[in-house]
């Protein structure tokens, strides 16, 4: 039954304050990441930006993880909770690391213990926390992309702000005040932890009043959702040995492939790659899915390959659009420098201002019948962030080496990106959530965010081929020169993307079995 409510449950707004902190703290420190390679640990940027893709690129892989655990054995709450935990020990490490990073062996390996429990606990907390928001309300409540526009809202209010925080203690221009960055971003992972666990009981409820997410979704939602006459017939999701061993040889197979002939030698690209094809199959491969449930699960990976294009270009607002930052732009206002981190702000402030607007169109739009349906919304993000880069290839075009320009330039493609965001990223969310069987639901969740695994991968690939003077650099035969070369392959890549999905649209409609 589809529901007419206008007003939201209180416990959205107690997860939008939640995940606002916790994102302050990752956005705070990625903000400054790219940075404290470069500046203080005198990385070069191609080897920054590798590492940086893998960070990332790992992020977005353990929710997994997180999502597999929270739907056997733990349950969201728990799952969130011991995320949040291992991310405050994260953010404190990255603190201690740029503490000591005039010792650079000592300050490397403490960084990365802090990227690795920022790495888990992020898988802990993301899928869950997401999930969650869904559970909050009825299956068909139209009201749900409108909570996940306001959730993605609360996430970006504290990417505005964390940026503007943290790069102002930390990047400026003194190598020894990184440090104080990363302790602004502990600080607000501790203030999430401490909120979540003392308020959780009063707000994560569902509409009549029960608590959600205390046990694990496969022990509690199976035995609870009424039964179709199709999945009488099918057995319950458990463990199918057969099924892992096949899958688990096909996963070395995979992996012995990529690591010894497509990235010769890289085991995280090697793992995110071999995930990225494996996990999927597995699931799909569940022999207690319904004809309907395979389709509409078919239908979430193949807007997540699409997902892939759209992030590893958007992405490069951690990195290659940070050295363009650093280096190529005019960043002077009333005769002072701005700092080189608070250009990440701009995509979150845009969120923060479009995406009321947003959340009322799509509404509004569903009330009349007209609303897009979430492949064809897909593709509109595609289309867009394929402007925006076709924007700055236009701004730095004939642009000799070593001279600024406007900063404008890079406001304009932060605008264009977001209402891109804005069509993809909190749509997708809510369509997850929409066409995941319940009892796979976190599970869902993390393949979505392993397709950003696998595009903020690509993202640091596609980032080492930013142009250096004395480097040659090309992709497939074409020679990077220029700017203007670097953010044409974005242009392309997202465009052609765009197109694809869009005629693929009313195909998928289809599979998605009257759910939009």
């Known amino acids: 039954m589809t529901t007419t409510k206008q007003s939201h449950p209180k ?63 733990w349950g969201m709450r728990k799952s969130i909770f011991w995320g949040a935990v291992l991310m405050v020990l994260g953010q404190f490490l990255m603190f201690l690391s740029a503490w000591n990073f005039e010792s650079t062996e000592l300050a490397k390996w403490l960084m990365f ?51 503007l925080l943290c790069g102002y203690l930390g990047d400026t221009g003194n190598p020894a005040d990184f440090k104080w960055g990363f302790l602004a971003a502990t600080v607000m992972m501790i203030f999430s932890l401490i909120l979540y666990a003392l308020k959780k009981d009063t707000y994560l409820v569902n509409p009549q009043g029960e608590p959600i997410g205390v046990k694990p979704a496969m022990k509690e939602d199976i035995d609870n959702a009424p039964a179709s006459a199709e999945m009488m017939e099918k057995p319950k999701a458990k463990l199918d040995v057969k099924q892992t061993v096949i899958w688990g040889a096909i996963g070395v197979l995979l992996y012995a492939v990529f690591y010894m002939l497509v990235f010769k030698g890289d085991v995280i690209g090697s793992f995110i790659y071999t995930a990225c094809i494996v996990i999927p199959g597995y699931i799909i491969s569940n022999k207690s899915l319904t004809k309907i449930e395979r389709d509409r699960i078919w239908v979430i990976y193949i807007i997540a390959f699409f997902v892939i294009f759209f992030w590893s270009a958007f992405e490069q607002a951690g990195i290659s659009l940070t050295y363009f930052a650093e280096e190529q732009t005019n960043r002077t206002i009333f005769g002072k420098t701005i700092p080189t981190s608070w250009f990440q702000s701009l995509n979150a402030i845009f969120v923060v201002l479009l995406a009321p607007l947003f959340s009322t169109m799509w509404l509004k739009l569903g009330q009349k019948n007209m609303e897009p349906a979430s492949p064809t919304k897909q593709a509109i993000g595609l289309f867009l962030l394929s402007l925006g880069y076709l924007l700055i ?6 642009v000799a080496p070593g001279v600024r320009v406007s900063m404008l330039w890079l406001v304009g493609l932060y605008f264009i990106h977001t209402m891109g965001e ?19 639901a976190s599970l869902l969740m993390g393949v979505w965010y392993l397709s950003m695994a696998t595009s903020n991968k690509l993202a640091g690939t596609l980032s080492a081929l930013y142009p250096e003077a004395g480097k040659s650099k090309s992709l497939f035969g074409f020679e990077i020169v220029t700017l203007h070369d670097f953010f044409m392959i974005f242009v392309f890549m997202a465009a052609i993307a765009a197109v694809i999905l869009f005629f693929l649209s009313k195909r998928l409609q289809k599979l998605m079995h009257n759910i939009r």
């Open 11 to 73: 416990g959205l707004y107690f997860i939008f304050v939640t995940g606002m902190a916790e994102r302050f703290g990752y956005y705070g420190m990625r903000a400054i990441f790219a940075l404290y390679l470069i500046n203080a640990l005198m990385f070069d940027k191609e080897l920054s930006s590798t590492i940086y893709g893998n960070y990332t690129g790992l992020v977005y892989l353990t929710p997994l993880i997180g999502g597999y655990v929270a739907d056997r054995y």
């Open 393 to 398: 290839a236009f701004g730095v075009k004939d």
């Open 113 to 163: 213990g802090g990227l690795g429990a920022l790495i888990f606990g992020n898988g802990f907390f993301k899928p869950n926390i997401s999930t969650a928001v869904g559970q909050l309300y009825e299956p068909g409540d139209r009201r749900l992309d409108s909570a996940y526009t306001i959730f993605y809202m609360g996430v970006n209010l504290g990417a505005f702000l964390a940026p």
């Open 422 to 440: 804005l069509s993809l990223s909190p749509i997708g969310l809510s369509m997850v959530n929409k066409l995941s069987p319940v009892r796979f």
